[in-house]
């Protein structure tokens, strides 16, 4: 069992930059795939970026490559998502998402385990 807890959201011009945390609870982390997923008002749930268990493979939607950057601290049991150059486009809930896995899947349904979410909001 793997609980998360999402924290950083905020607003914030566009152009600008946040960082999100995702402090996860539970022995397992280190087994787990992480991700970052984004809903919006009237939207699907998204993918936005994975992590692989051990950190060396990561995998982005096409709307965030180049601008978002997804880590993670196993010695600290938490996933960062480090947002540039912002776009009121991004503005979402953000959700942290996890499953015992090998690979930073970008499908939603593998994903077993979601934080409650932190707002985002990207001001022009």
């Known amino acids: 069992q793997v609980q998360l807890v999402e924290s950083g959201g905020g607003l914030v011009q566009a152009g600008g930059s946040l960082g999100l945390s995702c402090a996860a609870s539970?022995?397992?982390?280190?087994?787990?795939?992480m991700g970052w997923f984004r809903q919006a008002p009237g939207k699907e749930r998204e993918f936005v970026a994975a992590?692989?268990?051990?950190?060396?493979?990561?995998a982005y939607g096409d709307s965030v490559k180049g601008r978002f950057t997804i880590s993670r601290d196993n010695a600290k049991n938490t996933v960062y998502l480090q947002m540039n150059s912002l776009k009121p486009e991004d503005t979402a809930v953000y959700y942290c998402?996890?499953?015992?896995?090998?690979?930073?899947?970008?499908?939603?349904?593998?994903?077993?385990?979601w934080g409650q979410g932190t707002q985002v909001t990207v001001s022009s």
């Open positions: 539970g022995r397992t982390f280190s087994s787990c795939t």
């Open positions: 992590i692989s268990r051990s950190g060396s493979m990561t």
């Open positions: 998402a996890a499953f015992e896995g090998l690979l930073p899947l970008s499908r939603r349904s593998a994903y077993k385990y």
